[in-house]
Structures are given as C-alpha cells and as structure tokens.
C-alpha cells in the first residue's frame, strides 16, 4: 500500500529553519505530483508547494524566496526546506502524491502522510 511519513517538524524561532522530510512508499507512477501542504487551526489547507515528475516546481506566494521543495528520487523522498521561518507558516504540514492529470497545483490528492507540526515563535 502506499504510504507517506513525515518527519522534520518541531518548535522554531522566528528567523530559523526547518527541512521536512517525507518517505514515499509503494507508490510506483511514471507521471505524478508530490507536493507540501499545511492546515492551521481553523483554516482552509493551502498549498505550499508542488512539484512534478518532470522535475519542476512551484510554490506559494508566500513562501517564495523562502521554502524549496525537492526530491529525491534514490531515495524516495520529498523535501521542504523552510527558511526565515515566521509564526504565520505555524501549521500541520502534509505531504501528499497523486497522478499527475492535468495540474499539480491543487488541494485533492490522491495519498496524504499523516503530518508534521510546524510550531514558529516570536
């Protein structure tokens, strides 16, 4: 079965960094989206960033310049790596993986990890 664990999170101060990780198991497709989302409490989940099995990227607004999302395909493993991290980007963060359609730029996906926290201090 397919199965997606992230690891990474934790409590940072404002300004500092985090890289998360997510180990993708079982799923075998030569066309697929993988991407970062997060839900803070009482808000709709948003995209944080996806990226394709062409190898590109795109990510939010508000996060650019700040977050990257990676691969790696040897190891099966998606990658956030967050920088400048501010109390807003405080969240469960998911990773998640689906064929890729059309687009990689949405909220539906197929396969979705449990979450990381992601808690950003003043």
């Known amino acids: 079965q397919v199965q997606l664990v992230e690891s990474g999170g934790g409590s940072v101060q404002a300004g500092g960094s985090l890289r998360l990780s997510c180990e993708i198991s079982?799923?075998?497709?030569?066309?697929?989206?993988m991407g970062w989302f997060r839900q803070a409490p009482g808000k709709q989940r948003e995209i944080i960033a996806v990226?394709?099995?062409?190898?590109?990227?795109y990510a939010a607004d508000s996060v650019k310049g700040r977050f990257t999302i990676s691969k790696d395909n040897a190891k099966n493993t998606l990658y956030l790596q967050m920088n400048s991290l501010k109390p807003e980007d405080s969240a469960m963060y998911y990773c998640?993986?689906?064929?890729?359609?059309?687009?990689?730029?949405?909220?539906?996906?197929?396969?979705w990890g449990q979450g990381t926290q992601v808690t950003v201090s003043s």
């Open positions: 990226i394709n099995s062409g190898g590109s990227t």
């Open positions: 998640a993986a689906d064929h890729w359609w059309d687009t990689c730029w949405r909220t539906r996906y197929n396969y």
């Open positions: 079982g799923y075998a497709d030569n066309r697929y989206c």
